[in-house]
């Protein structure tokens, strides 16, 4: 199976900055587009963004548009996710996911992103 690990998250004041990595490991397929998503407590998982295999392809939720930049790593097995001007209602559980087929079937284990007033 392929597992997808989280790293970055911690607690920022309003107005800094993150920066999220995910990268994948055990069986991997030869391209496949990985996203970002969070879960802030009673909310449901919302789309943060996404990137293609290659990087050409980028997608960013509204709310995120300016702030956050989704980038891909030489071996196109690690995403990361450049969070800046963070704010408040920022803060929430953040995942990658890896899509294969035009589904997201892989989810990492969540990175918390807690961002203060």
């Known amino acids: 199976q392929v597992q997808l690990v989280e790293s970055g998250g911690g607690l920022v004041q309003a107005g800094g900055s993150l920066r999220l990595s995910c990268a994948a490991s055990?069986?991997?397929?030869?391209?496949?587009?990985m996203g970002w998503f969070r879960q802030a407590p009673g909310k449901e998982r919302e789309f943060v963004a996404d990137?293609?295999?290659?990087?050409?392809?980028?997608s960013y939720a509204d709310f995120v548009k300016g702030r956050f930049t989704i980038s891909r790593g030489n071996a196109k097995n690690t995403v990361y996710l450049q969070m800046n001007s963070l704010k408040p209602e920022d803060t929430a559980v953040y995942y990658c996911?890896?899509?294969?087929?035009?589904?997201?079937?892989?989810w990492g284990q969540g990175t918390q992103v807690t961002v203060s007033s």
């Open positions: 996911a890896a899509e294969v087929s035009g589904s997201y079937s892989y």
């Open positions: 055990g069986r991997t397929f030869s391209t496949y587009g």
């Open positions: 990137i293609s295999w290659s990087g050409s392809i980028i």
